[in-house]
């Protein structure tokens, strides 16, 4: 970019600043809730709350069933589908 048209857009910086650190929130939002990690604590808590008699296995399957579906996203989104 040369110098002129650097300073014809100069007022138009703060909004490129902006839009700048809105992509940066958006990929950091997008990554955490795209994480597998925590699904999978969960399904592993979940199991030893079974396993303890803390949860009926009707309560454990529809509980298992959602994570299960999420974590589904999570592969789909990570290989690109986004189903």
Do not use: C, K
Not at 18 to 27: D, G, K, N, S
């Amino acid at each position: 970019m040369g110098l002129l048209s650097q300073l014809a857009t100069l007022p138009l910086a703060p909004v490129r600043g902006v839009a700048w650190v809105m992509e940066r929130a958006l990929e950091a939002a997008e990554n955490e809730y795209y994480d597998p990690e925590p699904v999978e604590r969960e399904l592993a808590e979940l199991e030893r709350a079974l396993l303890a008699g803390d949860i009926s296995e009707e309560a454990f399957d529809r509980r298992e069933d959602e994570l299960l579906d999420r974590l589904d996203e999570i592969r789909a989104h990570a290989q690109g589908t986004d189903s």
